[in-house]
């Protein structure tokens, strides 16, 4: 079956997290032997040359479209003497997380690589920015938040952190092919509040055995863990953040961006936020599908 898939979106505003996602995409376009798409948004709605006259104002405008397509495809053929990889440089004007949605469409993108805000200098923490926000919420396909300068060491392990949802398994299909494709090894973690049932731990074990049997039926190296929370708190995202943090092997954790009930619909759920801005590794977001591995297992 001929792969639908042509390429790897990587959107840049030039800055450096941008960049480092641009090299963090080398290693995906070479295992997956797709092309890398640079992308630039350009706002329609500048007023940057509105008090020069609307004549001198349009040719400034050109020539600042000019110098941002000459910047990109300078990058673009840099990115591709490094990478082997061809590397397209594609300019459009609008809204950027619009027009990332639909440039990823109409590309046939199989990732989106997303290098977020730099920290916020009053928190100290990664910022991730309204039009992220949205393109993470809304993407067809997966989206890869990259934070760091990338390390080429492959991706040795896959982070899976499941719960007892049902949409929340469908990233053990995701977890396989990527494992697949970078010859990883995949560890599956769930998180068990303390004061919680016995019930729900006896769910969360049974769960966890028949991802890793089904993981590991697959030819993959699997090993899962059920991590423990105590005290009087129920948010269980810093355990995962952790335990991703302290194991320097983990090169990818994977999660569902699922809505909370009662949060406005730009805005990811809390725990998920607090996985992407805090984990030391990319962070792969996958939109809960109808249909997914939780038709897999019951």
């Given at each position: 079956?001929?792969?639908?898939?042509?390429?790897?979106?990587?959107?840049?505003?030039?800055?450096?997290?941008?960049?480092?996602?641009?090299d963090a995409s080398f290693s995906l376009a070479k295992m997956t032997g797709l092309?890398?798409?640079?992308?630039?948004?350009?706002?329609?709605?500048?007023?940057?040359?509105?008090?020069?006259?609307?004549?001198?104002?349009?040719?400034?405008?050109?020539?600042?479209?000019?110098?941002?397509?000459?910047?990109?495809?300078?990058?673009?053929?840099?990115?591709?003497?490094?990478?082997?990889?061809?590397?397209?440089?594609?300019?459009?004007?609008?809204?950027?997380?619009?027009?990332?949605?639909?440039?990823?469409?109409?590309?046939?993108?199989?990732?989106?690589?997303?290098?977020?805000?730099?920290?916020?200098?009053?928190?100290?923490?990664?910022?991730?920015?309204?039009?992220?926000?949205?393109?993470?919420?809304?993407?067809?396909?997966?989206?890869?938040?990259?934070?760091?300068?990338?390390?080429?060491?492959?991706?040795?392990?896959?982070?899976?952190?499941?719960?007892?949802?049902?949409?929340?398994?469908?990233?053990?299909?995701?977890?396989?092919?990527?494992?697949?494709?970078?010859?990883?090894?995949?560890?599956?973690?769930?998180?068990?509040?303390?004061?919680?049932?016995?019930?729900?731990?006896?769910?969360?074990?049974?769960?966890?055995?028949?991802?890793?049997?089904?993981?590991?039926?697959?030819k993959i190296r699997c090993s899962g863990e059920i991590l423990q929370k105590s005290g009087?708190?129920?948010?269980?995202?810093?355990?995962?953040?952790?335990?991703?943090?302290?194991?320097?092997?983990?090169?990818?954790?994977?999660?569902?961006?699922?809505?909370?009930?009662?949060?406005?619909?730009?805005?990811?759920?809390?725990?998920?936020?607090?996985?992407?801005?805090?984990?030391?590794?990319?962070?792969?977001?996958?939109?809960?599908?109808?249909?997914?591995?939780?038709?897999?297992?019951?």
């Open positions: 079956m001929k792969n639908i898939y042509n390429s790897i979106l990587v959107p840049t505003d030039f800055g450096k997290r941008s960049l480092a996602a641009l092309e890398i798409t640079l992308y630039h948004v350009i706002r329609d709605n500048q007023n940057l040359f509105s008090a020069f006259g609307s004549e001198r104002s349009k040719s400034m405008k050109k020539e600042y479209e000019d110098q941002m397509r000459n910047q990109l495809l300078e990058i673009a053929t840099e990115a591709s003497r490094k990478s082997g990889t061809k590397v397209n440089a594609v300019i459009s004007h609008g809204k950027a997380h619009d027009k990332i949605l639909k440039g990823a469409h109409l590309l046939h993108s199989k990732f989106i690589l997303q290098g977020i805000n730099n920290e916020d200098p009053d928190t100290g923490k990664n910022h991730i920015g309204t039009h992220t926000l949205r393109v993470i919420k809304k993407s067809e396909c997966p989206v890869i938040i990259v934070k760091n300068p990338h390390k080429d060491k492959g991706c040795r392990n896959i982070l899976l952190p499941l719960d007892l949802t049902q949409e929340t398994r469908q990233k053990v299909s995701h977890a396989v092919e990527m494992a697949k494709l970078f010859n990883s090894s995949i560890k599956v973690v769930s998180v068990y509040w303390s004061k919680g049932s016995n019930d729900i731990l006896l769910k969360l074990q049974q769960q966890m055995d028949q991802v890793i049997s089904f993981i590991k039926k697959e009087t708190s129920k948010t269980l995202a810093p355990l995962i953040v952790d335990y991703s943090n302290k194991d320097e092997t983990i090169d990818m954790v994977m999660i569902m961006t699922q809505r909370e009930a009662g949060l406005f619909d730009l805005f990811l759920g809390s725990s998920a936020q607090y996985i992407i801005r805090n984990t030391e590794a990319p962070v792969m977001t996958i939109i809960p599908k109808e249909l997914g591995f939780s038709s897999m297992i019951n």
